[in-house]
């Protein structure tokens, strides 16, 4: 039996995994978080998980896109400039996946499935 290997190519020519260009999804969600609260703790308690497991998607986020997001202090995090314009886009990004989703599900409640 021959097996066939799926890939896709990356067409962002600076993405650091040319065979995944997409970041972890869930870890957008908690990047945007931390990035509005400026903390790991407050994101953690507004998603119902530990600060630390905030870090580790943040962490590999960054692993992901190449660079920090954020600059880290003792007990803060502030997002740097790089972190600054791709929290703006990721925003978009989920608000259009949120209006999307609600028109989708507002369609079928209106046909009654």
């Known amino acids: 039996m021959t097996k066939i290997y799926l890939c896709f190519i990356s067409l962002l020519p600076d993405c650091p ?4 260009p997409l970041p972890p999804l869930d ?7 931390a990035a509005r609260h400026e903390s790991f703790v407050r994101a953690g308690e507004e998603l119902g998980v530990t600060p630390a497991a905030v870090a ?3 962490r ?8 920090p997001l ?5 007990r803060s ?21 949120h209006r999307t989703t609600r028109h989708h ?3 079928r409640r209106l046909r009654g499935r």
């Not at 995994?17 to 995944?20: L, S, Y």
């Not at 502030?78 to 996946?97: H, T, V």
């Open 105 to 107: 599900a507002d369609g």
């Open 60 to 67: 590999t986020l960054e692993r992901h896109f190449g660079a």
């Open 27 to 33: 870890c957008l969600r908690f990047f945007e978080a």
């Open 17 to 20: 995994d040319p065979v995944n």
């Open 77 to 97: 995090v502030r997002l740097n400039r790089r972190g600054r314009a791709y929290c703006e886009a990721i925003r978009r990004i989920l608000r259009d996946i």
């Open 70 to 74: 954020f600059s880290r202090r003792q």
């Open 56 to 58: 580790h998607r943040v």
